[in-house]
């Protein structure tokens, strides 16, 4: 039997771990799921932002009835790659209804407005609920006179596809929109965030890092005195920081989480470093007339990756907690897109009172999502330790 790889071997004690794989198979559902975004949300509008004000906070699971009217500014369709990563703007304006009746011309409806109140009777043309125009202005249309108009295909195409069934399956929020819609497209946000600055804080970690241990003297101890330095400052206030620099917005908060977070990859790295630039392989390496760029890249790194990973890991778990707490306090990405800190910080009022749902879902998604990658840490943290690899395999 061939003897495995050390990655072999990595993977095969991973796997041994089967709380760190149910950990890493929620990870990757809902990287999937974020990544599909407005393609399998209920709310496929950009930013999941269709308020319908009458439906304010409504429990999970309230189903109503919608009158769909066609709006009279024209909306392009677009296509499938551009509506999983933006949405499709809505052709319909959605009326919540409790009735209905047909007139000759009209379509009588009861419109619910909230509450216990009484529902309002209001009349709308057919001609504008399927269309979006007015009758006038399609009569000064000359291949379409009033008396072109068939008002039974029109009550035919209402009843058919106008006025539907919408369920809310988590409820809706204070202005009315999807609640599920915008859990699903605040994991978008969360984990690119994760990603972005995981990338961001590993380039510079490994960059500075293996500079520091490598070269050694007057730039080891400049470098670790920077290091050192941003060490000292809590995340979050180094975090606000810089998002003050930068500003608001979503590419702002990748760059500020990242910068936040390259310090524990430089200080792991240089460790490392230190540890292995003096064993005999290294050695040979440098008699052989490899430069140190190539010793670094080609034979450090490669034996280092274990921690590196370990580490991305759990700096993860972090950023997504930052990216939160910046949301929460107005410094992450702006409405209306959905954040899961957000959300909180529009409904954390809601809590003591009778919808505390609103604000206990989206914490509950930041919880899961940081303790899966936590666990996946502690299978990783495992699985490259050489001990454990050996008492398991």
Not at 307 to 325: D, K, T
Request: hydrophobic share 50%; charged share 15%.
């Amino acid at each position: 039997m061939a003897e495995l790889t050390p990655s072999q071997r990595t993977w095969k004690a991973f796997k041994h771990n089967k709380i760190a794989v149910a950990g890493l198979v929620f990870i990757i559902l809902s990287v999937l799921i974020a990544i599909l975004g407005y393609l399998i949300m209920p709310d496929s509008t950009p930013q999941a932002n269709n308020m319908i004000i009458q439906l304010s906070i409504k429990k999970p699971g309230a189903t109503f009835t919608m009158l769909r009217i066609r709006k009279s500014e024209p909306v392009d369709t677009v296509n499938i790659f551009s509506k999983m990563l933006y949405g499709q703007p809505a052709f319909y304006k959605d009326v919540p209804i409790t009735g209905y009746h047909f007139g000759k011309d009209s379509i009588y409806v009861d419109e619910y407005i909230g509450g216990e109140d009484k529902p309002v009777k209001v009349a709308y043309s057919l001609v504008e609920v399927v269309t979006g125009k007015k009758l006038e202005d399609l009569s000064q249309n000359k291949s379409f006179g009033s008396s072109a108009i068939n008002y039974s295909d029109l009550k035919d195409k209402i009843i058919a596809h106008q006025i539907i069934k919408r369920t809310y399956w988590l409820g809706t929020d204070v202005y009315g929109r999807d609640l599920l819609s915008r859990l699903i497209l605040g994991a978008r946000v969360s984990l690119a965030v994760g990603f972005m600055s995981v990338i961001i804080s590993l380039l510079l970690g490994i960059s500075v890092g293996s500079i520091a241990g490598y070269f050694g003297g007057w730039v080891d101890a400049s470098l670790s005195w920077l290091m050192n330095i941003l060490w000292a400052l809590p995340a979050l206030l180094l975090v606000i920081a810089i998002s003050f620099a930068l500003g608001k917005g979503l590419w702002e908060v990748f760059i500020a989480v990242g910068l936040s977070m390259w310090v524990e990859v430089g200080r792991l790295v240089r460790g490392q470093v230190l540890s292995l630039k003096q064993v005999e392989f290294i050695e040979a390496a440098r008699s052989m007339g490899f430069n140190n760029a190539r010793i670094i890249r080609r034979h450090i790194l490669p034996n280092i990756i274990g921690p590196i990973l370990v580490l991305a890991s759990s700096n993860f778990a972090s950023a997504i907690l930052l990216e939160a707490g910046l949301s929460f306090l107005g410094f992450g990405a702006q409405p209306p897109m959905p954040t899961w800190g957000s959300m909180i910080k529009e409904h954390y009022g809601y809590i003591i009172m009778d919808s505390p749902y609103l604000a206990i879902l989206p914490g509950l998604a930041i919880m899961l999502m940081v303790y899966a990658f936590n666990l996946v840490t502690v299978g990783l943290r495992d699985a490259f330790d050489i001990k454990s690899q050996s008492t398991r395999i």
